[in-house]
């Protein structure tokens, strides 16, 4: 799933000790700027760019690279087939088989994946450089010209069932369906991305191949390579794995959300000893001039890095949860500030009635000014550790011009954050802000809590 | 605060061997020990002016006094809480506000704290690191409301999770003797009766710097940390340490199976845990072999195990096998299998009992054998790539009686690993009917709905 490069999700909620908020003036130096990431923009003879960083810590070379168009395009009764497509991409291609395309990966410690979001899908490649251009060629023929033959595609598409089977009883797979199906209503971000048993069984080889020809095209990728490589060694590369490529696939366009469901409460029922909440409200646009503001805010509300609105209420005071987060969410078609609690089947209601309050404090009163500074200096100060390994930077590389931020983004993003006052985060809480929009959904045995209507179907 | 628990560790050990050391001269790690008996470990590493820094104790689960299980646990979480110089959870709000991440762990044999943080912050995290070794305050209230947060953690982890559940009683038995088999979390009625007097003990007990080892993987050289380290940890005295128990486990005379039928349960699994050398318990000499033999049995979709179930017969969805071979005590080997779709669970398992069976008569290959080593050879390599996956790698052998030589020169003795060493381990540890088989199923009585499903097509 694609998030902004900027968002604070659940994984890296660090999960802390008790906060109170005292001003340590002597430690309050302001945290030096990220070392500017030297980024070179490669473009090939056979015309397709990339973003370069040379990095030669290790003998090796880590390539992350993007096509526009994920998940939502999946047909409506096909649901899931990106993700299939996704995990059959590497089971064998051109003239070799899917036996020894994965072989000739691992025995020489290459490796290709492949993942879908809603807007776009993905690929990773690392490989030693010893190895380089056999990588490359692999590659390529994935991408040019996959085999997808029964035994690999049956195969994969048996361990996606069994998996969605799982996901049934997995509290924090079947909160995130019901999640997306209520706020999104029928838009198509409410269809299940990993699809259905029903749907998954529903797609053929056919498809795979369409979904190939139709979306994996030049005029949608973004490419992001960080390792030992010189912008000379890579072109011809880049040229080999993308430039056969078709130039551009069927159009397609994901209307905007109109609507997002807000206030509802939905309750699925499983016998677990403590309940999974997720919540939901409308977000802020990744190009909104506020998002700045969206962002300190949201970390302050419930961010990663050290204590939180919600942490400290929700976990250090009360005991209520071990984990309470938010983040915004940010998609092609919508934008959300998502979160989430867990918490005893004979609390969970106590915890969601604390979260609203921080809602409404935060919304009402703001946040104070030592809030905002802290907040600032702790993602300014954080933003280099995002630059610790190749395949993370390739990464990143890929999702700023995914997002069009451009090539100098890296070294003025500090400078947004730091631009933001306490008057546009405070004015920012108040209009985004909206206790009444939230969407929960509790997987549990919840005690206390009255659902607005019943469970959607989401399939499974 | 994080929590490994047995899954999580043998993921870690797969990055340790797996994804880890190196061929020698790879990390140049440099090396000290201050007055007080507190290893110094820095691996410089110069691609981002950034540092991990992380304190290592040589304490864990399996210290914990009979009757105080998750004690080891409990007291990591309050060592956030505060010091007389920076109380009140001060700690996590200065390095936050310095842009540093931080957090801990704790597992069997080691509890571990870092922070991820610019280089010029060396200086700060070291003070407030070394501060919380020695003056940690441990209140009464503070401690009940912490109590409440660790058995929500344990909900989250073990106790809304059939498999979790399955394999916490499952360890308890697989170890007869060695504390191994008590959960690194705690069992819950033990949560609940640790006393704040329990934990300033412990705390007292364990927490010195010559029970400590302190590695930094980043933009510094050891020149530039030692006198840091001599400033902040250096100062602090040595204390007595428990003589350290020596748990042997017993000879094990009978084989097990447990089983766990629950309702949240849709796809059943399997899988199956055999007593193994370690690479420090018992007979540590088949510990690389066993290495190697993880690595063909299970590493990837070419791997001996998928190759066979997944691919060949297609009884089963994924199979594979591990080696936990790590830690202070015994290791463990591994096998696990689930079915592919219209598959039972027998099928399943008796497929992987078959395979490994025939591996028991004829071995596996010297092509094998060489395949698997260059892949491991190779991940020494991708190793350089983390900050933090170097720290880890130090600490985590260090504390768990490891040597740096054996991280330095772990690809030439891999290297060196025969097939006839693989073949001597693999019927050593698999050539037995004495092991313990794990069974997750659904509800016997339980009917898998298909919903019909109109929304879907709308």
Known sequence: MRTHALSNGPSNALAMAGLVVVSLAVLMATVSNARAVDIQEVTSPGGIKAWLVEDDTADLVSMSFSFRGGSALDPIGKEGLADLVASTLDEGAGDVDSESFRRRLEDQSISISFSNGRDNFSGSFKSLNRYLDEGIDLLSLALNSPRFDEEPFERVRGQILIGLSRDKTNPNAQGGKALFKTLFDNHTYSRPAGGTEESVKAITR??????????????????????????????????????????????????????????????????????????????????????????????????????????????????????????????????????????????????????????????????????VNDAKTYLTGSYPLRFTTTSQIARTLAAIQYQGLGIDYIDQRNSFIEAVTLEDVNRLAKTLLDPDALTVVIVGKPEGVTPTGPAPVTGG | MILKLHRLIFAAVAFLFVGSPAIAGIFNPETATLDNGMKVIVIPKHSAPVVTHMVWYKVGSVDEPQGKSGIAHFLEHLMFKGTPKYPNGQFSEIVARNGGQENAFTSLDYTGYFQSIAKDRLDLVMELESDRMRNLIIEEAETETERNVVLEERRTRTDNSPGSRLREQAMASFYMNHPYGRPIIGWEHEIRDITVEDLKAFYDTWYAPNNATLVIAGDVTLAEVLPLAEKYYG????????????????????????????????????????????????????????????????????????????????????????????????????????????????????????????????????????????????????????????????????????????????????????????????????????????????????????PANPEEKS
């Open chain 1, 206 to 371: 056919d498809d795979l191949r369409q979904f190939v020809a139709e979306n994996l095209t030049r005029d949608r990728l973004y490419v992001g390579v960080v390792g030992k490589i010189t912008a000379e060694a890579l072109a011809p590369l880049l040229d080999k794995a993308f430039a056969s490529l078709p130039e551009s696939g069927k159009p397609f366009e994901i209307p905007a959300v109109e609507n997002i469901a807000g206030g509802e409460l939905i309750v699925l029922d499983q016998d677990i000893p403590q309940s999974v909440a997720l919540f939901a409200q409308p977000g802020i646009d990744r190009d909104d001039p506020d998002f700045y503001a969206a962002y300190v805010m949201t970390h302050i509300l419930g961010g990663g890095g050290f204590s939180s609105r919600l942490t400290e209420e929700v976990r250090e005071k009360r005991g209520l949860a071990y984990s309470t987060y938010s983040y915004l969410a940010g998609y092609d078609a919508a934008d959300l500030l998502i979160g989430g609690v867990s918490t005893r089947n004979d609390a969970i209601a106590t915890s969601l009635d604390v979260i609203r309050e921080v809602w409404t404090n935060m919304a009402t009163e703001g946040a104070t000014a030592e809030e």
């Open chain 2, 235 to 450: 100062v602090i005295v040595a204390r007595p340490l428990p003589e350290p128990v020596k748990w042997i486990e017993p000879t094990r005379l009978v084989s097990q199976t447990v089983e766990l039928r629950d309702a949240n349960v849709r796809e059943p699994s399997w899988s199956k845990r055999y007593r193994a050398p370690s690479h420090i318990y018992d007979k540590s000499e088949h510990a690389y072999p066993l290495e190697v033999l993880s690595e063909i049995l299970s590493g990837g979709s070419t791997s001996i195990l998928y190759s066979a179930l997944v691919v060949d017969q297609k009884v089963a969805s994924s199979a594979g096998a591990w080696y936990w071979g790590d830690g202070r005590g015994p290791g463990s080997f591994g096998l696990y299998v689930a079915p592919a779709p219209g598959q039972s669970l027998d099928t399943a398992s008796e497929a992987m009992e078959a395979e490994i069976e025939r591996l028991i008569t004829e071995g596996v290959s010297e092509d094998d054998v060489a395949r698997a080593i260059i892949r491991l050879q190779d991940s020494a390599e991708f190793a350089k790539d983390s900050f933090s996956g170097i720290a880890r790698i130090f600490g985590s052998a260090i504390t768990s009686g490891q040597t740096i030589d054996d991280i330095e020169q772990w690809p030439e003795r891999i290297g060196a690993v025969t097939v006839d060493q693989v073949n001597e381990a693999l019927r050593l540890v698999l050539d037995t009917d004495i092991a313990m088989v794990n069974r997750l199923l659904p509800l016997e009585s339980a009917e898998v709905e298909e």
